[in-house]
């Protein structure tokens, strides 16, 4: 298996532009994981799905950002319209039902300018 | 809510020492308590879990401790190689929601 798969990784934008990250995670999987990475405030934990179902959704900022996974097999995380305080590194990660192991994707790197 | 910390943000360890690495949590409801290891541009990846109703499992060079008395776990490393050079985060489950604590970044010297 090819892990978890992130893309893009890097991306670059303008303030006010929309950004969609996307993931793909590992077959099998049901846990879904989006975190956001910063020096200041660590690995935070913006959104979680189980079985394509958004769980807790309590970690993801303000309204301007989104997560849909339409299938088991694809999310994506959007910021619309994106802020240069959204400059991160996002994470996706994906796990087995109740599992403490969870895979990282190799991240995207976020800059808003 | 949800508090995952650790006691502290930097560890310079010689190489072949032994490194203890430290964290504290706040929910006692916690199902696992969970290292990972993060190394330089790229994601965390798992080390070593502890189910809440032990307080000790071993694995390859590494011993995870749990203190529930007092909401404190451990990592020790044994025989710290240069491989080992990385952030170490705690992280805690609660119904399958995986929380990371601040991380601590280990250092180890030649």
């Known amino acids: 298996d090819a892990g978890v798969i992130q893309s893009p990784r890097h991306e670059v934008t303008e303030m006010g532009q929309e950004v969609t990250l996307r993931c793909k995670p590992i077959?099998?999987?049901?846990?879904l994981f989006w975190y956001r990475q910063t020096m200041m405030r660590g690995l935070e934990l913006l959104i979680y799905?189980?079985?394509?179902?958004?769980?807790?959704d309590s970690g993801m900022p303000e309204d301007r950002f989104s997560a849909k996974m339409p299938n088991a097999s694809f999310s994506t995380l959007k910021i619309q319209p994106s802020e240069p305080r959204d400059s991160a590194v996002y994470f996706c990660?994906?796990?087995?039902?109740?599992?403490?192991?969870?895979?990282f994707g190799q991240g995207t790197r976020l800059t808003v300018v | 809510g949800e508090s995952v910390g650790l006691h502290l943000p930097t560890l310079s360890v010689q190489e072949g020492d032994n490194s203890i690495i430290n964290c504290a949590y706040s929910?006692?409801?916690?199902?696992?308590f969970i290292w990972y290891k993060q190394e330089s541009g790229k994601g965390p990846q798992f080390i070593i879990d502890?189910?809440?109703?032990?307080d000790k499992r071993q694995g390859q060079r590494v011993t995870v401790l749990l203190n529930k008395t007092v909401k404190h776990l451990s990592l020790q490393i044994a025989a710290t190689q240069p491989g080992d050079s990385a952030v170490y985060f705690c992280?805690?489950?609660?119904?399958?929601?995986?929380?990371f604590g601040a991380g601590t970044t280990v250092t180890v010297r030649a």
């Open positions: 990660a994906s796990s087995k039902q109740g599992g403490t192991e969870a895979f």
């Open positions: 077959s099998g999987h049901n846990s």
């Open positions: 799905f189980n079985n394509n179902v958004p769980i807790d």
């Open positions: 929910n006692s409801a916690s199902d696992y």
């Open positions: 502890i189910r809440s109703n032990m």
């Open positions: 992280a805690t489950t609660n119904d399958y929601k995986l929380s």
